[in-house]
Nanobody
């Protein structure tokens, strides 16, 4: 059963914007925090942003602060997590993954449900 589905990746020029969304359902729906991570070819997966399920607390990687915004919407059966990305740079190029876990922190080990990822490519 697919529990996290990301949408919204694509190709954009430097300075442009993209909005990613992640629909969370099933067991992942009950997790306390949702996060976005990214992984570029040949590099480790890195934290981007996270938010409490309630929407009350957010955290960001230094590389994306003031450019990216994470938000969340909920109903009785699903959660949708958004990542608004502005002023995109070529170094933002990566596969972006949505994750559900226990705390809105950068530690990848605290996230136990993951989506399949969506590619974001920023051209210079």
């Amino acid at each position: 059963q697919v529990q996290l589905v990301e949408l919204g990746g694509g190709l954009v020029q430097a300075g442009g914007s993209l909005r990613l969304s992640c629909t969370v359902s099933g067991r992942a729906f009950t997790r306390n925090a949702m996060g976005w991570f990214r992984q570029a070819p040949g590099k480790e997966r890195e934290f981007v942003a996270a938010i409490l399920r309630s929407g009350g607390s957010t955290s960001y990687a230094d590389a994306v602060k003031a450019r990216f915004t994470i938000s969340i919407s909920r109903d009785n059966t699903k959660i949708t997590v958004y990542l608004e990305m502005n002023s995109l740079k070529p170094e933002d190029t990566a596969a972006y993954y949505c994750a559900a876990g226990s705390l809105p922190v950068p530690d990848v080990r605290l996230y136990d449900y993951w989506g399949q990822g969506t590619q974001v490519t920023v051209s210079s």
